[in-house]
């Protein structure tokens, strides 16, 4: 791996108002589920006396925050997992239940920024979109050569919120059905910027297909499910989980997530008796969302659609 300074690449998001949140820290075992680049470990060590564990999937992420926090000595211990794991990392490493937990779902710098991991197309690179680069899980270029056109249009419609979605795919799988695979980031790119009609929207055409690709990739968004509950469950009494989002479905998730978790039902008023599960274990500490200030949007554009929300367990 080339020599990387992670502060020169890597800005970590609400990073203030994340440990605002969830101090006071002297003292306290935190679990940074996704360290990513070290970003928010690393405030979280400097500003107090916590022990801090970080997992990440990310094998190269990984390597890079141990010898940023390396300065810690053994107050940062790292595991490389999915934070779907967390309660396996935790009874192997026997440090007891965690005080605090947080998590920094956005896709790191380093991925956005890699030419050869397909998670952009702002380079031509083969189209993996795994978190985990050593994974065996199908890539994004091996969904787009064998899901039907329903299923390929139900996940960039569903991920990506993207209207265009039966139109995206049938294209795909024209092209795919031609003999010409769409393999590389470029291609899919190119594609979508041809089937989407022009609109007004700032982003780039190929975005919502993008992002609707790596979550499924990933399974992010159900494994984001399993996490919380996960984590509210092995905090200590007191405890805090604090989770930042970047797109509504992520946030939507954690909202709902942390009202069920709150007591409040969160099924539909016709049926007659919750089933939802909803049982008081959690007080919500950010009645709405914390987001970055201007000042922070201007330094760091990828944190604009951040939201941070949090919860206490009872």
């Not at 996704?34 to 107090?48: F, K, P, Q, W």
């Not at 041809?194 to 929207?201: L, Q």
């Not at 939802?276 to 330094?299: D, F, M, N, S």
């Given at each position: 791996m080339?020599d990387i300074?992670?502060?020169d690449?890597?800005?970590p998001?609400?990073?203030?108002?994340?440990?605002?949140?969830?101090e006071?820290?002297?003292?306290?075992?935190v679990v940074?589920?996704t360290?990513?680049?070290?970003?928010?470990?690393e405030?979280?060590?400097?500003?107090?006396?916590?022990?801090?564990i970080?997992l990440?999937q990310d094998a190269?992420?990984?390597?890079l925050?141990?010898?940023?926090l390396?300065?810690y000595?053994?107050?940062f211990l790292a595991?490389?997992?999915?934070?779907?794991?967390l309660g396996?990392?935790?009874a192997k490493?026997?440090?007891?239940?965690?005080?605090?937990?947080?998590?920094?779902?956005?896709?790191?710098s380093?991925q956005?920024?890699?030419?050869?991991?397909g998670?952009s197309?702002?380079?031509d690179?083969?189209?993996?979109?795994r978190m985990?680069?050593?994974?065996?899980r199908?890539?994004?270029a091996d969904?787009?050569?064998?899901?039907d056109h329903?299923?390929?249009?139900?996940?960039?419609?569903?991920y990506g919120?993207?209207?265009?979605?039966?139109r995206?795919?049938k294209?795909?799988i024209?092209?795919?059905?031609?003999?010409d695979?769409i393999?590389t980031t470029t291609?899919l790119a190119?594609l979508?910027?041809?089937a989407?009609?022009?609109?007004?929207?700032r982003i780039?055409p190929a975005?919502?297909t993008?992002?609707?690709l790596?979550?499924?990739?990933?399974d992010?968004l159900?494994i984001?499910?399993?996490?919380?509950?996960?984590?509210?469950r092995?905090?200590?009494?007191?405890?805090?989980?604090?989770?930042i989002?970047?797109?509504?479905?992520?946030d939507?998730?954690?909202?709902?997530?942390?009202?069920r978790?709150?007591?409040?039902?969160?099924?539909?008023?016709?049926i007659?008796e919750?089933?939802?599960?909803?049982?008081?274990?959690?007080e919500?500490?950010?009645?709405?969302?914390?987001?970055p200030?201007?000042?922070?949007?201007r330094?760091?554009?990828?944190?604009?659609?951040?939201?941070l929300r949090a919860a206490?367990?009872?």
């Amino acid at each position: 791996m080339p020599d990387i300074n992670v502060r020169d690449v890597h800005m970590p998001v609400l990073a203030g108002e994340l440990v605002n949140v969830i101090e006071p820290l002297d003292s306290l075992l935190v679990v940074d589920a996704t360290v990513g680049l070290g970003g928010h470990s690393e405030l979280i060590l400097a500003s107090s006396t916590a022990a801090v564990i970080g997992l990440d999937q990310d094998a190269a992420a990984l390597e890079l925050a141990r010898g940023r926090l390396a300065v810690y000595g053994e107050r940062f211990l790292a595991a490389k997992a999915n934070f779907a794991d967390l309660g396996e990392v935790l009874a192997k490493m026997a440090r007891g239940s965690p005080d605090r937990i947080v998590a920094d779902l956005g896709v790191s710098s380093l991925q956005l920024d890699s030419q050869t991991r397909g998670f952009s197309f702002r380079f031509d690179a083969p189209l993996d979109m795994r978190m985990d680069g050593e994974s065996t899980r199908p890539t994004a270029a091996d969904l787009l050569a064998t899901l039907d056109h329903e299923d390929l249009a139900n996940i960039i419609y569903r991920y990506g919120e993207e209207r265009h979605s039966r139109r995206i795919a049938k294209w795909i799988i024209e092209k795919r059905d031609a003999g010409d695979p769409i393999r590389t980031t470029t291609e899919l790119a190119e594609l979508v910027t041809r089937a989407v009609p022009k609109s007004s929207d700032r982003i780039h055409p190929a975005t919502r297909t993008f992002q609707a690709l790596r979550i499924a990739v990933n399974d992010e968004l159900a494994i984001l499910e399993g996490f919380i509950d996960d984590a509210v469950r092995l905090l200590n009494a007191n405890g805090i989980l604090a989770i930042i989002t970047f797109h509504s479905l992520e946030d939507r998730i954690v909202k709902h997530a942390f009202r069920r978790l709150s007591g409040k039902c969160e099924c539909p008023p016709r049926i007659p008796e919750c089933v939802c599960g909803a049982k008081k274990q959690v007080e919500i500490i950010t009645r709405r969302p914390i987001v970055p200030t201007a000042e922070e949007e201007r330094r760091n554009p990828r944190s604009r659609s951040a939201k941070l929300r949090a919860a206490r367990k009872l």
